[in-house]
């Protein structure tokens, strides 16, 4: 719609139609990967998952708000419609995301299982402990430093009927790491 500049909803009606069939889809590939009680994690290019839907999902959102700011500057270089530059650019940069996200989680990831002590202990865990960011300095053999690195924080949180995962995206600004 947003590339074609029109409002007309049978490509949102595909969307959904194909959206839900590609996270049953995932979903089950996701959950037959996945040992008894042994969770894992994705590893992608930009971010690490729980699930490879998230890592479609977190590329994709990425690619949208890159493409929205590409398509801005370049409407105001051009001296055109901001808004038309920011419909184009995201429009692009949505469909580009979700490419890159696809090949990222199902090409280029590693999907590496993680074992937690006690996981009902905790009520904040981080998914990307092993992201290096957009911009890594190595200050030495055994010290990282690592900026704005994307990441997906997972909380526990106990309802009346057990227990609930809620995930929320973030972007840690730096992380340091050292080897003892």
Known sequence: MALANNSDLTPMRYGVGFGTLYGLGVGAIDLTDAQKNSPYTVHGVLNNADYSTQIVLLDTFYGGATGSIIGMAISLIANKSVVKGLQYGS???????????????????????????????????NSTTDNSGFVQI?????????LLSPMTLSTLQKTSYGYKMNYHMGLQVAQLNIAF
């Open 91 to 125: 429009g692009a940069g949505v469909w580009a995301g979700f490419g890159f996200g696809l090949i990222d989680s199902f090409y280029l990831s590693k999907t590496g299982y993680r074992f937690k002590k006690d996981s009902f202990s905790n009520t904040v865990s």
């Open 138 to 146: 190595q200050t030495s053999k055994s010290s990282t430093l690592s």
